[in-house]
């Protein structure tokens, strides 16, 4: 900004506070109340309810209920996280990463996650002396089977991307054990970036299949480029564009055809818990990413945890070791490590997993219930189509108009590609000036094959005033950068530190820090 110019709102550290978004965050918790909304609402008790004076000495009762703000438990942690940190994370504000997941952590979670006999049990403690952290993961086992629609399940690989490589090398041994060597691997181009990567890892050749003009799998592409060297086909649907491909058993149908398996890129399962499942769909192996679908604080790198679930056939080769119920043997604990597998592709990690994600997702699977995951999903596919449509109006539907138009599920795509043409802003400054008014920026160029992408992915913790605020903030930086480009092309101003340079820092990685 040239000196002596007009002071724009949120462009300077002294300015911060001055655009509406921001003032909004800065009031007080009384004045963010809304009357009836609540931290947590409790199931019926079962039990007759008694008046309080019956209970509590008459004189000692209030003559008017307490003043106390009536805020959501997410609005009441991030009310105090922001007095309290500088820094972005979930706890400070909408996070709209697309592909991630950045769901509300409900604080239940931790609570139960921390509890001595979890957090303080040796991971080399014999299984007799841990049956109840034996049990808890046999019980998540089975929510998972139940919620994936396929009857087994490993909790060990350690994130998506390993769950992804566990599927790969059980394919293998799926497809060794009928005398079979297929070598290639085929993804979508919409496909996730660990996809490939994977099937590299696992020794086969990734091929990439073609999206058709309303984003599905492209079945003329996927028909030409199917034969009995085709191991498997790695599908996530909903997929990377947010939509959910309607030929699904048809797909599944020409690659069981040609001997191959259906893998299931879990990542996007916020969409359809309790209203589909990948089981019924027909795919073979799936993976959970445990640290998105079913809450838990991630960004920083982990800790995470990718279970799989596989069909009866698959089964024979999962992880050494399973967790397993042995009933009704007198002297034999119930719950154990079954080490007698022998057609297993072996251990994918240390000891049993990360013990204390289970921990938080089997409490996020309870307390919410089967109903309560379905309510779940439908909620993120609601807020989705919502932001979407608020987008597709006044100057983010001319600057930014959506890749495939048609209702999503979980998110959706837009292209910067006019906004680039017209404005001479990439989508990259747009993300970058969408810190200066209190987001994380979506997802950016990704998936590829939509120019300068813009992936969202509000998620179903957020409410539809704080889905508002974001699509007014798109608005009013597109309004200014028709003004002046620069502003946004100069920021973030308003960060802890400014526009890094990550070329720079991808090339020459600073490691250590100089004594
Ligand atoms: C996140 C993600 C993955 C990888 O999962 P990680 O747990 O990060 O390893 C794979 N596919 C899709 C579509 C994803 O969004």
Known sequence: MTEGSEVVPGTTPETALETPQQADRARTIFEKSVPGRRAARLAEAGIEERPLDELIPADLLRDEPPGLPEVSEPEIVRH????????????????????????????????????????????????????????????????????????????????????????????????????????????PDTAHGTNPASVAMAGYEAVKVATNPSGGVDLDDLRSKLDGDVACLMLTNPNTLGLFDPNISEIAGLVHDEGGLLYYDGANLNAIMGLARPGDMGFDIVHVNLHKSFSQPHGGGGPGAGPIAV??????????????????????????????????????????????????????????????????????????????????EGRAGRYL??????????????????????????????????????????????????????????????????????????????????????????????????RLDEVGATRNPVLREAA
């Open 401 to 498: 108009p959506i890749g495939f138009d048609q209702p999503c599920m979980h998110e959706f795509v837009l292209s910067g590609g006019p906004m680039k043409k017209e404005l001479g802003l990439k989508t990259l400054d747009l993300a970058k000036r969408i810190l200066d008014f209190g987001f994380h920026p979506p997802t950016v160029y990704f998936p590829q094959l939509v120019e300068e992408a813009l992936m969202i992915e509000p998620v179903e913790t957020e409410s539809r005033e704080t889905l508002d605020s974001f699509a007014d903030a798109i608005e009013q930086i597109l309004e200014e950068a028709e003004r002046d480009p620069e502003i946004a092309m100069g920021a973030p101003y308003t960060t802890p530190v400014r």
């Open 80 to 187: 105090y996280n922001r007095l309290s940190r500088r820094n972005f994370d979930l706890d400070t504000g909408f996070y709209p990463l697309g592909s991630c997941t950045m769901k509300y952590n409900p604080r239940l979670n931790e609570r139960v996650a921390a509890l001595p006999s979890f957090s303080r049990l040796h991971p080399a403690t014999n299984p007799e002396d841990a049956q109840g952290a034996l049990e808890l993961m046999f019980l998540l086992q089975e929510a998972l089977s139940e919620i994936c629609g396929l009857p087994h399940v490993s909790l060990q690989p350690s994130a998506g991307s390993q769950g992804e490589l566990a599927g790969l090398l059980l394919t293998r041994a799926w497809q060794a054990d009928k005398g079979r060597n297929p070598t290639k691997v085929l993804t």
């Open 311 to 392: 069909s009866e056939t698959v089964e024979p080769f999962l992880p050494r070791p399973q967790v397993v119920r042995r009933p009704g043997s007198a002297g034999v604990p119930e719950f154990d490590l079954d080490f007698d597998r022998p057609k297993s592709i072996g251990r994918m990690r240390g000891f049993q997993g990360n013990f204390g994600v289970f921990v938080r997702s089997f409490a996020y699977i309870l307390s919410l219930g089967g109903d309560g995951l379905r309510e779940a999903s439908e909620g993120a596919v609601l807020n989705a189509n919502y932001l979407r449509k608020r987008l597709s």
